[in-house]
């Protein structure tokens, strides 16, 4: 009874091709989020929506762009992806209640760049 | 600034052992502590959480966390480690001024002798 759901699991692309990732979840939720995982590293927050209000991170490079068409779909748009790139994406939601709810975690896209 | 210290990368114990992981935080207001584990390839599952009230809190798989203002520490235990316990476990902060952002903690991979 998967509720954040992630495809594909495993993502290869070539270097500068574009490559887009998707998430979707069951929850209703008001927030997702997308966060970058490097092998050995901290989660990191690229950006989050609440509802349809965009939230980017001061750090997180251009390269990187989302859309949320709807409650339940968002993806992670990256232009120009280079080596650097390589990383776990996972996306999260959380109900958005400002007591920091539990996030709930999808399985996570594994992006390999070629 | 704020941060998570989890000092300790890899943790290794026998089973049956008990366990003790240790995480630091620097949040200026009022925090929220998690602790999340990973499992190899897998997304974040929640362990337990601490908004307020009792300073030791009880999670799932027969965790435990206790806070501790003072040290500014938000420490896992367990007193019998089981083999399905090996995984990454990180500590993450968060707060109502956070605007629903979590900050984690590098995390510590914990291994399990048999």
């Known amino acids: 009874d998967a509720m954040v759901i992630q495809n594909p699991r495993y993502q290869v692309t070539q270097f500068g091709k574009p490559v887009t990732l998707s998430c979707s979840q069951t929850?209703?939720?008001?927030?997702m989020y997308w966060y970058q995982q490097k092998s050995s590293q901290a989660p990191k927050l690229l950006f989050h929506y609440y509802d349809k209000d965009f939230n980017n991170e001061a750090d997180t490079p251009d390269n990187f762009q989302s859309r949320r068409p709807n409650t339940s779909f968002c993806f992670l748009d990256i232009r120009s992806p280079g080596l650097g790139d390589a990383a776990m994406y996972l996306c999260?939601?959380?109900?958005?209640?400002?007591?920091?709810?539990?996030?709930?975690f999808g399985s996570g896209t594994q992006l390999s760049v070629l | 600034a704020q941060s998570v210290t989890q000092p300790d990368i890899h943790i290794t114990v026998s089973e049956g052992a008990s366990l003790e992981l240790r995480c630091n935080y620097s949040?200026?207001?009022?925090?929220?502590l998690f602790w999340y584990v990973q499992s190899p390839g897998q997304g974040l599952q929640l362990l337990l959480k601490y908004f307020s009230g009792d300073t030791l809190v009880q999670g799932i798989k027969g965790f435990e966390a206790e806070f501790k203002r003072s040290q500014s520490s938000f420490n896992l235990r367990k007193p019998s480690v089981h083999w399905s316990d090996a995984a990454e476990y990180f500590c993450?902060?968060?707060?109502?001024?956070?605007?629903?952002?979590?900050?984690f903690g590098s995390g510590t991979r914990l291994l399990v002798r048999p």
């Open positions: 999260a939601t959380s109900r958005g209640d400002r007591d920091n709810e539990k996030l709930f």
């Open positions: 929850l209703n939720h008001n927030v």
């Open positions: 993450a902060v968060g707060g109502m001024d956070s605007s629903y952002k979590l900050i």
């Open positions: 949040y200026g207001a009022t925090p929220y």
